[in-house]
């Protein structure tokens, strides 16, 4: 039997499918719920959590849930979250937001514990409890265990709404110091690891203003899910050619991509490189194309060729062979779009998948992502898509070829 190109996924359990049969959606637009998939890492990612706790062990969840959802976002993408949000989850609606938080009320909508709803733009979904606020962190702590009553968490995750205006004040909270702090209050070791295991119960604390926390749960499920603020956990590494390398390393450990030593990849729009570097660290065989030269740190890497010429003067017939269409070019979507449809849909070229990067020219054009899907799924591919952490203003898509039933 081949080898999955995806890890099994564990659906939440109330799984439903659009009129054609497909998980998820945007079928919610004929008013259909949705599936929540633990994608989870590859086994062999250097960022996969640790293996799975046994649920006969978990740790209980809190009495009180929460009748708030809070998700975290890149700053600049609320409207575009609840835009999501009001297609795939009509029956809870918007309270609040501020920059990179939406909150949502649930009314009687109690989703599971480990609930991750497909909101695209959502980096993490945790129950909000509330705020709290203080002059000091021990005025904070005091605050937080008269709102939470619950005393035991597996772990603790700290981040900031918005990390990129965090860094612009001019005394910035350290949310591993907070976690610190915290973990202390709460008896669990320092030595933590920042990453959840699947299963774990989660205290989680955003770090809003210098003097102002918020504070909910959840259960890691998904890899986002396990990092704190679904954060990817890595650094851009020095040696790398670009953030494009970065962008895509935390798109394979998301989706559970799986790139298999000896396949053969094409980047449209190489240069300079980074994402043509870390297909070449899995082991692939890589051609890019890019009228501008790639850096020398990737020219010079084996199984590396660049054709010095744009896409579109490519003859179709030379993409025959290639496992991978990998695309992250500063035009439009629909230029795009366009690029990858004149190649997967000539004769003789099937690649197993694409990985697609879709530059949002402003905010107002995800609205246009439904449709962008859709045309994936018009050429035979299944696509899923997120806006990674490591991105700008723009959605990442993984789509493989559907299996013909």
């Known amino acids: 039997m081949a080898k999955r190109l995806f890890r099994r996924p564990a659906p939440v359990p109330f799984p439903r499918s659009d009129e054609k049969g497909r998980p998820g959606p945007l079928g919610a637009r004929a008013g259909l719920i949705f599936w929540v998939y633990d994608w989870g890492m590859p086994e062999t990612s250097p960022t996969s959590p640790p293996p799975r706790r046994d649920r006969s062990a978990a740790t209980p969840s809190p009495a009180v849930r929460g009748t708030f959802l809070l998700a975290t976002c890149q700053g600049g993408a609320e409207a575009s979250l609840v835009l999501r949000q009001e297609a795939m989850l009509p029956e809870i609606s918007k309270a609040a937001w501020r920059r990179g938080v939406v909150t949502f009320r649930l009314g009687d909508f109690d989703p599971p514990d480990d609930f991750f709803p497909d909101l695209i733009y959502a980096r993490t979904v945790i129950r909000s409890l509330g705020q709290v606020a203080g002059a000091s962190d021990q005025e904070r702590i005091a605050s937080l265990r008269t709102l939470v009553a619950h005393t035991e968490w597996d772990t603790i995750h700290v981040w900031h709404r918005d990390p990129r205006l965090a860094a612009q004040t001019d005394s910035p909270v350290d949310p591993l110091a907070v976690r610190g702090v915290l973990l202390d209050a709460y008896g669990l070791p320092a030595s933590l690891p920042p990453a959840a295991r699947p299963g774990d119960l989660v205290l989680d604390c955003v770090i809003d203003a210098v003097d102002r926390w918020w504070v909910g749960w959840h259960r890691a499920g998904t890899a986002t899910s396990c990092q704190p603020g679904g954060m990817h956990p890595k650094e851009l590494p020095s040696d790398k050619a670009s953030r494009a390398w970065l962008k895509l390393d935390e798109a394979i450990a998301t989706f559970g991509v799986d790139l298999r030593p000896g396949q053969r990849a094409v980047e449209l729009g190489a240069s300079p490189g980074g994402a043509c570097q870390r297909l070449l660290e899995a082991g692939l065989t890589v051609v890019g194309i890019d009228p501008a030269l790639v850096d020398d740190r990737v020219a010079a890497q ?43 849909t000539a004769a003789g070229v099937k690649p197993t998948g694409i990985i697609a990067t879709l530059k949002l020219p402003d905010w107002s054009r995800a609205a246009e992502l439904p449709g962008w899907l859709d045309q994936f799924r018009e050429w035979g591919f299944t696509p899923r898509a997120r806006q990674v952490s490591t991105g700008g203003r723009e959605v990442c898509v993984v789509a493989l070829k559907s299996r013909r039933k």
Request: charged fraction near 35%; glycine fraction near 6%.
């Open 302 to 344: 084996p199984g590396f060729e660049q054709w010095r010429m744009r896409a579109r003067d490519v003859k179709v017939k030379n993409f025959r062979g290639f496992d991978w269409i990998v695309a992250d070019m500063n035009i439009d979507p629909r230029s795009t779009l366009e690029s990858i449809g004149r190649i997967v």
